[in-house]
Antibody, heavy 120, light 107 residues
Framework: EVQLLESGGGLVQPGGSLRLSCAAS????????MTWVRQAPGRGLEWVST????????FYADSVRGRFTISRDNSKKTLFLQMDSLRAEDTAIYYC?????????????WGQGTLVTVSS | DIQLTQSPSFLSASVGDRVTITCRAS??????LAWYQQKPGRAPEVLIY???SLQSGVPSRFSGSGSGTEFTLTISSLQAEDFATYFC?????????FGQGTRLEIK
């Protein structure tokens, strides 16, 4: 059974930092691109960042570029999102997803999400 | 950035109804489009990928069609468990973008 388990969310003050983790199991993590998606309370879905299977290639939404860093440790089957200079508008549930890339593309497996609240 | 506009944003329907949700892209995305279902308090789940391919385990009452800039998700006969929010997503070009969502409620 595929599992993605996010952790590291919480309450942080504006300007602060958090590091999210996503522990993967049940699939070949090292062969899968991975993505972070967020959802502000009562709002829609927003793609945040994607990393290639090996971690060498990364993409970011304009809203987080320069403040967030995606990374992965394939030996530990774990995805990370380092979030710095946090703003109130970063408040959201953050989901990690596996990203099928090939002839077809879609976000296949999703974690349950971790809530990040940026507030003073 | 490619904007995705879903219509309607809200839909009220009854069990057994046939419903169609439309997703229009501001630029062509070929068939690199997926549909997700999200129930309250849960993570989204993929229903359709590549515009018309049914994800394994998804009931056959769900279907997708389209290419380029116009896409549809159809539920042939609504079941109680289908009342949820539906999102389209383009995976053709970064930044990857989602539609604003269609909330499907029981009439």
């Amino acid at each position: 059974e595929v599992q993605l388990l996010e952790s590291g969310g919480g309450l942080v003050q504006p300007g602060g930092s958090l590091r999210l983790s996503c522990a993967a199991s049940g699939f070949t993590f090292g062969s899968s691109a991975m993505t972070w998606v967020r959802q502000a309370p009562g709002r829609g879905l927003e793609w945040v960042s994607t990393t290639s299977a090996g971690g060498a290639t990364t993409f970011y939404a304009d809203s987080v570029r320069g403040r967030f860093t995606i990374s992965r440790d394939n030996s530990k089957k774990t995805l990370f999102l380092q979030m710095d200079s946090l703003r109130a508008e970063d408040t959201a549930i953050y989901y990690c997803t596996s990203f099928v890339i090939g002839a077809t593309r879609f976000f296949q497996h999703w974690g349950q999400g971790t809530l990040v609240t940026v507030s003073s | 950035d490619i904007q995705l506009t879903q219509s309607p944003s809200f839909l009220s329907a009854s069990v057994g109804d046939r419903v169609t949700i439309t997703c229009r892209a501001s630029q062509g995305v070929s068939t690199n489009l997926a549909w997700y279902q999200q129930k309250p308090g849960r993570a989204p789940e993929v229903l359709i990928y590549a515009a018309s391919s049914l994800q394994s385990g998804v009931p056959s009452r769900f279907s997708g069609s389209g290419s380029g800039t116009e896409f549809t998700l159809t539920i042939s006969s609504l079941q109680a468990e289908d009342f949820a929010t539906y999102f389209c997503q383009q995976l053709n070009t970064y930044p990857l973008t989602f539609g604003q969502g269609t909330r499907l409620e029981i009439k």
